[in-house]
């Protein structure tokens, strides 16, 4: 929701005589606080049921986070803007200055690249949103937690009881930091227009043909940041390949090729 607000308030600002109204639908991932994501549907579970109200006409704009976005879109639709990016970083959270004992992530790229920092740290799922995660490390269930620094940014969570570190050397997940717009094909132009930050854009696109790729979901250990410098795209990846974490960096100017061209040399293909 707060990330809808973000959208409305830059089409008021730009169409200030237009009206505009946010409605809320709870998805399947907003039910489901508790299963392993994996377990019940992965990426999708929550954006389905706003793409079907999309496709069936009940409202024009779908606002997502870009990394809940499957590389694969329904026929019909399309990811109209990508608003300018937020932070992309990693963060981990932590109450106290006690030992790392458990780190709770439901993400495999996450747990992938901690495992190196915290060798002999337990990783658990966890599921819930940030302020739920929070209260796992204030009563000890978790020592800590990682989290996106785009939304504790965006919630504008300001505890002194808690300790946020940014992850440097993580690579992050596709599209993370971006909202995107997702519409149906060929509608709402001038909105689109005006939503879009086009090095934003490029990013995505690149990240994402990096995840088409190589085939993988959000709980596939793999990960994408790209960068707009002049005239290049500048993209660092990660995935896992025997056992091994490959890290790999390249620029091009064409998004989708360079993506492309990421996996096959990350992959040995």
């Given at each position: 929701?707060?990330?809808?607000?973000?959208?409305?308030?830059?089409?008021?600002?730009?169409?200030?005589?237009?009206?505009?109204?946010?409605?809320?639908?709870?998805?399947?991932?907003?039910?489901?606080?508790?299963?392993?994501l994996s377990s019940f549907?992965?990426?999708?579970?929550?954006?389905?049921?706003?793409?079907?109200?999309?496709?069936?006409?009940?409202?024009d704009m779908a606002v997502h986070s870009a990394k809940d976005m499957p590389t694969e879109l329904p026929e019909g639709l399309e990811?109209?803007?990508a608003l300018r990016r937020a932070a992309h970083e990693d963060t981990i959270v932590t109450c106290g200055s006690g030992r790392i004992r458990t780190i709770g992530t439901g993400s495999a790229r996450r747990a992938?690249?901690?495992?190196?920092?915290?060798?002999?740290?337990?990783?658990?799922p966890i599921r819930g949103n940030i302020e739920t995660r929070l209260e796992k490390i204030k009563s000890g269930e978790y020592d800590a937690v990682i989290i996106a620094k785009a939304a504790i940014e965006r919630l504008e969570i300001q505890d002194r009881s808690i300790r946020v570190t940014v992850l440097e050397d993580f690579v992050s997940a596709a599209g993370q930091g971006i909202i995107a717009v997702e519409v149906r094909k060929n509608s709402m132009g001038g909105f689109m227009d005006a939503l879009n930050d086009k090095d934003t854009m490029a990013a995505l696109k690149a990240?994402?043909?990096f995840l088409r790729a190589a085939g993988g979901g959000c709980h596939a250990p793999i990960g994408a940041y790209a960068r707009v410098s002049g005239e290049k795209i500048i993209?660092?990846?990660?995935l896992e390949r025997d056992g091994r974490?490959?890290?790999?960096?390249?620029?091009?100017?064409?998004?989708?090729?360079?993506?492309?061209?990421?996996?096959?040399?990350?992959?040995?293909?």
């Amino acid at each position: 929701m707060r990330q809808a607000r973000l959208a409305m308030l830059e089409l008021r600002k730009n169409f200030p005589t237009e009206s505009f109204e946010i409605v809320g639908i709870t998805t399947e991932g907003d039910r489901d606080r508790t299963s392993v994501l994996s377990s019940f549907g992965g990426r999708g579970v929550f954006i389905k049921e706003i793409e079907r109200a999309l496709l069936e006409g009940e409202i024009d704009m779908a606002v997502h986070s870009a990394k809940d976005m499957p590389t694969e879109l329904p026929e019909g639709l399309e990811i109209g803007a990508a608003l300018r990016r937020a932070a992309h970083e990693d963060t981990i959270v932590t109450c106290g200055s006690g030992r790392i004992r458990t780190i709770g992530t439901g993400s495999a790229r996450r747990a992938a690249q901690i495992k190196g920092m915290y060798p002999q740290a337990e990783i658990k799922p966890i599921r819930g949103n940030i302020e739920t995660r929070l209260e796992k490390i204030k009563s000890g269930e978790y020592d800590a937690v990682i989290i996106a620094k785009a939304a504790i940014e965006r919630l504008e969570i300001q505890d002194r009881s808690i300790r946020v570190t940014v992850l440097e050397d993580f690579v992050s997940a596709a599209g993370q930091g971006i909202i995107a717009v997702e519409v149906r094909k060929n509608s709402m132009g001038g909105f689109m227009d005006a939503l879009n930050d086009k090095d934003t854009m490029a990013a995505l696109k690149a990240e994402r043909a990096f995840l088409r790729a190589a085939g993988g979901g959000c709980h596939a250990p793999i990960g994408a940041y790209a960068r707009v410098s002049g005239e290049k795209i500048i993209m660092e990846t990660m995935l896992e390949r025997d056992g091994r974490i490959i890290i790999n960096e390249g620029e091009g100017t064409d998004p989708e090729e360079l993506g492309r061209r990421m996996y096959l040399e990350s992959s040995g293909k």
